[in-house]
């Protein structure tokens, strides 16, 4: 028996990808026809040391979705013993105790890897700190397939925090699985693209452009990926003000963009899309969330059956 974690991007290849995306179009109908009880006696806990709305309750619908049952609690920062000072190491024994699954969001970079090496059954990263959010990434690019149709020859804008913004870093190296990709980072100069997420792409050869000049990006992308400047995980106030509000998709910025683009947003927002671009059919990120559910079905029933439970 194997256990399969699900921690970052980089795990993943084009084949990998293509078997997911796959399954998770199965999972669409699943959900569809109202569901099913082939994990009913399968438990999943979410432990979330960081807020969450999407990425927690997606993963707990999904595992409703497919019949099985969710413990957890949405601030272990608080409400575990993490408050009385026990290890993260720890805490993942003792959860993986009353577990099938562990679906864990963190302050830290590097704690998916640590709660893996700590735990007897699948670990799920949705998030750590600065670092990583694979099935956030998972998700926008199932979004990008099932909305324009591929994700080759693919003409794509990063636009916001690229600093601390795990989504872009994720999303970054999923694409360097596929051909001919074209990605444009455009940031506030405090928050630019690390340099060890750029080094990964020129070693996988990917073709990437910084700029500062939103407009001009628009009228060439296929894909723009909107985020959020991180207020929280900035080290000052004077450096949050410094990003915020500097590059805002509107009615301009639609505007220019092509008929058959799209806009993503990994959500939630804070005035970084203005309200009426909501109303344009190339608004795509709530259609990316509830795609999110469908993903993230398909990602726990790909750890149970790694671990025997199911065969498909």
Excluded at 180 to 187: C, D, L, Q, S, V
Excluded at 293 to 308: D, N, P, Q, S
Aim: glycine share 6%; charged share 25%.
């Amino acid at each position: 028996m194997s256990i399969y974690h699900i921690l970052g991007a980089k795990q993943f290849n084009r084949e990998a990808l293509e078997e997911i995306f796959s399954l998770t179009a199965d999972m669409e109908q699943v959900e569809a026809s109202g569901g099913s009880d082939r994990y009913k006696n399968k438990v999943m806990t979410t432990l979330f040391f960081e807020p969450s709305t999407r990425t927690r309750l997606s993963f707990e619908s999904a595992m409703c979705r497919l019949g099985g049952k969710v413990i957890g609690t949405e601030n272990a920062a608080q409400f575990s013993s993490a408050i009385k000072g026990e290890t993260l190491e720890d805490t993942i024994q003792i959860v993986s105790g009353y577990s099938d699954v562990i679906v864990m969001r963190h302050t830290e970079i590097g704690a998916a890897e640590r709660a893996a090496a700590a735990a007897s059954v699948p670990i799920i990263n949705a998030g750590d700190g600065a670092g990583e959010h694979p099935t956030q990434a998972l998700l926008d690019i199932y979004t990008i397939k099932k909305e324009i149709g591929r994700v080759d020859d693919l003409h794509i804008a990063m636009i916001g925090d690229l600093t601390y913004g795990r989504t872009v870093h994720s999303l970054s190296y999923l694409l360097a699985n596929f051909n001919n990709i074209t990605i444009y980072y455009t940031a506030p100069e405090n928050v630019l693209i690390p340099p060890y997420v750029k080094k990964f792409l020129d070693d996988k050869d990917i073709r990437y452009i910084e700029t500062d000049n939103l407009e001009e990006v628009a009228s060439k992308v296929d894909v723009l990926y909107q985020t959020r400047i991180q207020k929280e995980r900035f080290p000052s106030l004077e450096e949050y003000e410094r990003a915020q509000g500097k590059y805002i998709i509107d009615q301009g910025i639609l505007n220019v963009m092509k008929k058959d683009a799209i806009i993503l947003h990994p959500l939630p927002r804070a005035g970084e899309i203005a309200p009426e671009v909501d109303r344009n059919p190339r608004a795509a990120y709530f259609r990316q969330a509830q795609n999110g559910l469908y993903v993230r079905m398909a990602l726990i029933h790909k750890c149970f059956e790694k671990l025997g439970f199911v065969k498909r």
